[in-house]
């Protein structure tokens, strides 16, 4: 039956849509790419908030499953760091080789995984079970390729997705100690006792390993990673006698498995944390790439891989996620020099996996290890992860700071102010900033959204402030970019409208008026502040600010007859009302502010138009497509 059975899951292969980056795939197979792909071992799991709300009740080994919540789990960091990460790992376990063993296995919080009756002896009835039962790990742990399949389907092309197991090293240090251990004394008694007993058991787990990873294919898997996470607990001969035979098994006949399914080949990686001693040896091994932890230097690494024509990927620790942003930028900048600048053998990574809560500290530091080039963050003052609304407010800043016009006597502000505005427009773009954060300025460049060809940081400025003459920052600042550009004829436009406000412009400048002590202002009056209503959208220069005070006042204090109110009356009132609100202190202490004066309207010296009772100009119809009759230059 098993053949047939193998046939049939050959024929019924699902289908995936193309793929949109398979910049991982590339650099497995040793090609030149445009930058190091990222991806982050652990990367679905714990450290993230909508983990625990995906997670529900259920269990660790619930989850995993359940394909459902696993490849719901496997895209949540697909999706919180979109155009950041260029592969999804699928959320399992290694340890569910062993449950499909027959082998109970429960995960306990905050302490790890538990095997409640781990091997003891080779003469224990368990062990004899274990090694001689026949496991089907294709009904076994079916779930693992249904959340596989309905997770390639999920991504679309997005990018790949990695299947993996544990290596036989590491499963049978968790069977034999039971769980994590400091020493692992029960382990090295069995190497050191029963050295055949434990080759037996190492063997038929690499052969399980192999169906396992190929089913895994089946399903969708387009990469397969090997974890060896105990690796570093073996002596070099130890390593070369219990863990490397193993590796190698694996590495040896998946290709031929899959190649007996119909299948074609994947990039395989191993990963054998600890044994830093073992990399030319690995480098030796089938597999694709070796993964690194952080003990290794990378140059040296990276010059021993070169050689054997094997990629690299790590090494960062885990640890510096702690740190700050510029830590990070430390780290991995010296991995990209030391990894021969990125583009060729190296894909970016941790060197071991997330802690819980350690990628998520910081959304910022999680982003900042990840993007590929941060120059046009570090700009405008940003972090990788910022919102719309955030990079708005630090253009509007820089711009102002930086025009050109209000630093005639600093030759760099042209240059300074040029840079903050093609910043912008690239991050404002979605498209444009999903392909900066993969592929940096070279990936513009290259998908012809970069260099030249943008709008002028003049027209940019104008669109959030105006342009031409009249305000008092005067084009805002009564040139232009060294007064060279022709602006035409300038027409103002003024306005009246009734608008309760605190008189803060969008340019984020505060507009403060005295108020002559004693003055008074009636309802419905207007005063006026010149030159600072809204600027025209083809002419940019700037019309009058009317102010109509609506002053409403109660309808009657006190009693009828007129008089006040009693204090006790007060008291009465003031028990119902909600607490009394202490103004704020406007315009905050940081805040751009300008003086003003708030004049009178003269009535007979104003035009209907300006009053808001008239039309437009003429030309005003011939707007700029879908523009809006008017750019708010105040609120």
């Not at 430390?330 to 809560?357: C, D, P, R, T, Y």
Request: contains cysteine.
């Amino acid at each position: 039956m098993q053949p047939l059975r193998q046939s049939l899951q050959t024929t019924m292969a699902p289908q995936f849509e193309p793929m949109k980056n398979d910049l991982i795939l590339r650099t497995a197979r040793g090609e030149k790419v445009e930058r190091p792909p990222i991806w982050v071992m652990r990367q679905a799991g714990r450290y993230l908030p909508e983990y625990h709300e995906a997670k529900g009740k259920h269990d660790f080994f619930e989850c995993c499953r359940s394909p459902e919540i696993a490849s719901t789990l496997t895209l949540q960091p697909i999706e919180r760091y979109a155009g950041l990460i260029d592969a999804a790992i699928i959320f399992s376990d290694i340890l569910v080789i062993p449950q499909a063993m027959g082998m109970e296995v429960i995960m306990v919080d905050k302490k790890g995984p538990h095997f409640p009756d781990p091997l003891q002896t080779p003469d224990d009835k368990q062990y004899k079970e274990v090694l001689e039962r026949e496991v089907d790990v294709a009904e076994s742990l079916d779930y693992v390729y249904k959340a596989i399949t309905m997770t390639r389907q999920k991504l679309a092309g997005r990018v790949p997705l990695i299947g993996f197991c544990g290596a036989p090293w590491t499963l049978l240090c968790y069977m034999v100690e039971g769980g994590g251990s400091k020493m692992f004394i029960q382990t090295k008694t069995w190497i050191y006792k029963y050295p055949e007993e434990t080759k037996a058991l190492l063997k038929k787990m690499a052969e399980l390993c192999v169906e396992y990873l190929a089913l895994q294919v089946q399903a969708g898997a387009q990469m397969i990673q090997v974890f060896d996470s105990w690796a570093g607990e073996l002596s070099p001969t130890c390593f070369k006698t219990f863990a490397l035979p193993y590796l190698n098994h694996i590495a040896d006949n998946l290709p031929a498995r899959l190649k007996s399914k119909g299948l074609e080949p994947v990039p395989m990686t191993v990963f054998a944390k600890g044994a830093w001693y073992a990399l030319s040896d690995l480098c030796d091994t089938n597999y694709n790439t070796i993964g690194l932890d952080w003990l290794h230097a990378p140059a040296e690494a990276y010059k021993i891989a070169q050689a054997k024509g094997k990629v690299l990927q790590g090494n960062a620790d885990p640890g510096v996620l702690y740190g700050t942003r510029d830590s990070i930028t430390k780290v991995v900048e010296e991995m990209v020099a030391g990894f021969g600048g990125g583009k060729q053998g190296w894909i970016a990574n941790l060197g071991h996996v997330l802690s819980e809560g350690s990628l998520y500290i910081s959304a910022q530091a999680a982003t900042a290890i990840m993007v590929k080039d941060s120059k046009f963050y570090d700009l405008l003052g940003v972090a990788p992860d910022c919102t719309e609304a955030q990079l708005k407010s630090a253009y509007k800043k820089g711009a102002l700071k930086w025009h050109p016009d209000k630093n005639a006597h600093n030759p760099e502000a042209a240059d300074k102010f040029k840079d903050l505005s093609h910043a912008y427009e690239v991050l404002s773009d979605p498209q444009k900033r999903q392909i900066y954060d993969q592929y940096g300025e070279e990936g513009l460049e290259q998908g012809g959204m970069g260099g030249g060809g943008g709008m002028a940081a003049e027209d940019l400025f104008a669109q959030f402030f105006g342009g031409g003459g009249g305000g008092p920052f005067g084009g805002m600042f009564g040139g232009g970019m060294g007064g060279g550009r022709e602006q035409g004829p300038k027409k103002a436009r003024t306005i009246s409208h009734v608008h309760k406000i605190h008189i803060e412009h969008l340019d984020e400048r505060w507009l403060t008026v005295d108020i002559i002590p004693g003055e008074c202002i009636s309802p419905g009056e207007v005063k006026v502040i010149r030159g600072q209503g809204m600027p025209s959208y083809r002419h940019h220069d700037f019309g009058n600010l009317y102010i109509q005070f609506d002053v409403k006042f109660p309808e009657r204090l006190g009693s009828e007859d007129g008089a006040p109110m009693a204090p006790e009356q007060i008291r009465a009132l003031e028990s119902v009302l909600p607490p009394r609100k202490v103004p704020e202190s406007l315009p905050p202490p940081d805040a751009m502010t300008e003086d003003f004066t708030l004049e009178d309207v003269d009535a007979s010296g104003e035009s209907a138009r300006a009053r808001g009772m008239g039309g437009m100009d003429d030309d005003d119809d011939e707007m700029h497509p879908g523009a809006e009759r008017v750019q708010c230059a105040s609120q």
